[in-house]
């Protein structure tokens, strides 16, 4: 058994530059247990992304292992690999992606429905959803009528609403002002300690680092850094 | 299922373009119903006027009759055989003879067709009883609207008809126009008079003789002897058969080029609705969807415009259709050239197995024109894409 939510060892993603290579991720070993609120920090086109798409099963390594709630993702076939994102990863993204066809609750139903969860509970789960997000009351709105603020705490309620394992949040603040950078920092932190879901972030957002409490600094997609941070509710206090 | 109700939302709330692709869709559904109903009902009708006028239950002919070649009517004719003459008497047949003769009008001379029917006969359609000789000297003819039109000839006009009798001999004889009969049918109308089948027998020499024996509808066809063979519907409509089916193909083009349209629209609605959700479909895979659930989707919601067009067609066509079934169709002037007999106001007939197949058709149409575009989506990389600008 293993007890570590993403194990990565020698991890190694490489994009052809003309004649030359790029190495996105350099030979990065990090290991995160359940529960963690960490971040992977650092300068832009440092490889945070791609850390996080390869974590999320999106994307393979060039070589190196990287074993993600204890498969190996390397391994998995690509329907596997939809039904671990389905029953066990949430993703929340920069510019949101809700999907505009569809209204609030509609967004935040969509992976109940993907996990086949009946009628009844699944009003029940995306009303606690949405209570956990503090948008009970836009429930019939459509995406293109909320405010950003107010559409990544849909895309935060999307991605809990299935209680999974592992939340990947690659830059969630990046579209955001401060006021609703905090707002939604401070809810995932709520959500990670009242759920125990483990969120990890990608993010160069200083807003962000201070909730971490974890912080995994990348440079040129080598890990340079790997600290625990005590003071991780400070930035609440602000 | 999710995927479908998905895919419905998606359409349906895609707004305007939804709307018009559905609108396309459904014109090509009413007009494809429309015609071919058009020429059912063409079908039927101009069926039902040759069976009640002139084909009845079928016909025997005599050996040689060839309607075609107007030379060998000059032979065509030939004893009825008693099997005949017994259906005859027992009205479920009704006999009739046919040979050529000149009609002289005012100096002119026309090539007709005389042809010789029992007044008492109740098999088909045509007003023989007014062919009864009143012994006033004055021998009636019968004729139709078009032959009417094309000799110049009235009720009540006397004409004179030259002819050769079965010893070929000369023969020469004044007739009266007693009635000039309204029918939608030309082979008992164009170049042609009818007079009593007595009168015709004596005068061309050919006693208990005839060309053609109609029975009755739904009667049994039974082995009339040597020289008469039996023809049944099947072989006397062929010829209206191929000229219908001519005619719906022509009129098919319009639909073709209608329905190539519609899915022209809905292959490039699909095609640019790809290429600008890329990300949402990425969105979609990052959830857990496999790509072929994706692609799934999307073709599924090119087929939504199907249920958008059969509402809009439900509409617009179903009164549309209603309408022209019951109140007919008026067919312009100068539609003799049909070649066949039509009224002068078509119905059309729709069935639900042509509303049934139509719709089927078109499905399937949509479902590829759909599918083609969706394809692609196998080939989005969806780390790429929600890497976003961030690149
Ligand atoms: N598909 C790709 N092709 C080529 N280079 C890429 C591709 N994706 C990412 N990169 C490069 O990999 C590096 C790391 O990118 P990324 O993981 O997005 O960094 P970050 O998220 O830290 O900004 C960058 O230099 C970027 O240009
Ligand atoms: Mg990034």
Wanted: proline fraction near 3%; glycine fraction near 8%.
């Amino acid at each position: 058994m293993n007890d570590k939510i993403i194990e990565t060892e020698k991890l190694l993603k490489e994009y052809p530059m003309g004649h030359a290579v790029l190495k996105a991720l350099n030979n990065v070993s990090l290991s995160f247990d359940y529960g963690e609120f960490a971040g992977v920090v650092g300068p832009s086109g440092s490889g945070k992304t791609t850390f996080l798409n390869i974590a999320g099963t999106l994307d393979s390594p060039t070589s190196g292992l990287c074993r993600v709630l204890g498969q190996n993702i390397e391994s998995l076939s690509s329907r596997n690999a939809a039904e671990l994102r389905t029953k066990s990863i949430g993703f929340i993204f920069q510019t949101f992606n809700l999907l505009p066809a569809y209204t609030v609750f509609e967004n935040i139903e969509f992976p109940l429905l993907l996990l086949k969860i009946g009628k009844d509970e699944r009003k029940k789960m995306v009303a606690d959803a949405l209570k956990w997000v503090g948008l009970s009351d836009r429930s019939d709105s459509f995406p293109k009528d909320l405010s950003g603020g107010e559409c990544q705490r849909v895309a935060i309620a999307r991605a809990v609403v299935k209680k999974p394992k592992l939340i990947l949040a690659d830059e969630p603040t990046a579209n955001l002002d401060a006021e609703n950078s905090h707002n939604i920092m401070r809810t995932m932190r709520n959500l990670n300690k009242e759920l125990g879901i483990t969120f990890i972030f990608a993010t160069h957002d200083e807003k962000v680092m201070r909730y971490l409490k974890r912080k995994i600094t990348l440079v040129d997609g080598k890990v340079d850094n790997d600290q625990i941070t005590e003071e991780s509710d400070k930035g609440e206090k602000l | 299922m999710i995927i479908p109700v998905f895919a419905i939302k998606n359409t349906f709330r895609a707004g305007i373009k939804s709307w018009l692709n559905a609108f396309v869709l459904s014109l090509s559904i009413v007009s494809i119903i429309w015609l071919q109903g058009l020429y059912k009902g063409m079908y039927d009708q101009g069926t039902r006027a040759m069976i009640d006028a002139e084909l009845g239950g079928g016909q025997y002919w005599v050996e040689g009759y060839d309607p075609y070649d107007p030379f060998s009517i000059e032979d065509s004719h030939g004893k009825i055989t008693h099997v005949l003459s017994e259906m005859i008497k027992e009205k479920s047949a009704a006999c009739i003879l046919i040979a050529r003769g000149m009609l002289y009008k005012q100096g002119r001379m026309y090539s007709i067709l005389i042809k010789g029917i029992d007044p008492e006969q109740e098999i088909l359609s045509i007003p023989s009883g007014i062919l009864k000789e009143k012994n006033n000297g004055i021998i009636p003819a019968l004729i139709g609207t078009r032959m009417a039109k094309n000799s110049g000839l009235k009720k009540g006009d006397i004409f004179t008809v030259q002819w050769k009798d079965s010893k070929g001999v000369f023969d020469a004889m004044n007739f009266q126009v007693s009635e000039v009969m309204k029918t939608t049918v030309q082979n008992i109308d164009n170049n042609q008079i009818w007079i009593s089948l007595n009168t015709m027998q004596k005068i061309f020499n050919m006693h208990s003789e005839a060309t053609i024996v109609t029975i009755k509808k739904d009667i049994k066809p039974v082995n009339a002897g040597l020289n008469w063979e039996f023809k049944n519907l099947d072989f006397l409509l062929q010829d209206m058969k191929t000229l219908v089916q001519a005619k719906t193909a022509g009129a098919s083009i319009l639909y073709i080029i209608l329905i190539f349209l519609a899915m022209i629209a809905v292959f490039d609605t699909q095609t640019l609705s790809i290429f600008k959700r890329k990300k949402e479909i990425s969105t979609l895979i990052a959830m857990g969807m496999t790509k072929n659930k994706v692609i799934a989707l999307f073709t599924l919601e090119g087929m939504a415009y199907d249920i958008l067009a059969v509402i809009i067609a439900a509409i617009y066509g179903v009164p549309l259709l209603i309408f022209t079934a019951v109140k007919g169709w008026k067919m312009p002037a100068g539609t003799d050239t049909y070649g066949f007999a039509l009224g002068d106001v078509l119905y059309p007939v729709y069935s639900l197995n042509l509303v049934f197949w139509t719709l089927l058709f078109v499905f399937i149409l949509t479902a590829i024109v759909s599918y083609v575009p969706s394809r692609k989506i196998a080939k989005i990389e969806p780390a790429k894409i929600l890497r976003g600008s961030t690149f």
